[in-house]
Nanobody, 126 residues
Framework: QVQLVESGGGLVQAGGSLRLSCAASGRTFSRSNMAWFRQAPGKEREFVAAINWSGGIRYYADSVKGRFTISRDNAKNTAYLQMNSLKPEDTAVYYC???????????????????WGQGTQVTVSS
């Protein structure tokens, strides 16, 4: 399993941008599909975006499609979430997650991810 640490959250005005980073330790990052989830107060954790081990396949929730971009740099053991045109409804704690290594199918359910970061708060003011 990998250990994950998120960073880059903060307070931003509506329409602004943030880039979240997820630094991974462990030797299996480059073979693991990665994802971002978020959880707003009083709501369930929801899928945001996912990327396969090579970076060639990406999925997005409809609510962020066209505004958010997931990427990864396997040489740096880091995944990213670029968030543009932020809206107040994007306010949440954002978590990165990793599937076990060598799994071909990219998951989008939180139960299918083996490793989680501690989360980083994103607050979008109106």
């Amino acid at each position: 399993q990998v250990q994950l640490v998120e960073s880059g959250g903060g307070l931003v005005q509506a329409g602004g941008s943030l880039r979240l980073s997820c630094a991974a330790s462990g030797r299996t990052f480059s073979r693991s599909n990665m994802a971002w989830f978020r959880q707003a107060p009083g709501k369930e954790r929801e899928f945001v975006a996912a990327i396969n081990w090579s970076g060639g396949i990406r999925y997005y929730a409809d609510s962020v499609k066209g505004r958010f971009t997931i990427s990864r740099d396997n040489a740096k053991n880091t995944a990213y979430l670029q968030m543009n045109s932020l809206k107040p409804e994007d306010t949440a704690v954002y978590y990165c997650a990793a599937q076990k290594d060598n799994i071909m199918v990219i998951a989008r359910r939180s139960a299918d991810f083996a490793s989680w970061g501690q989360g980083t708060q994103v607050t979008v003011s109106s």
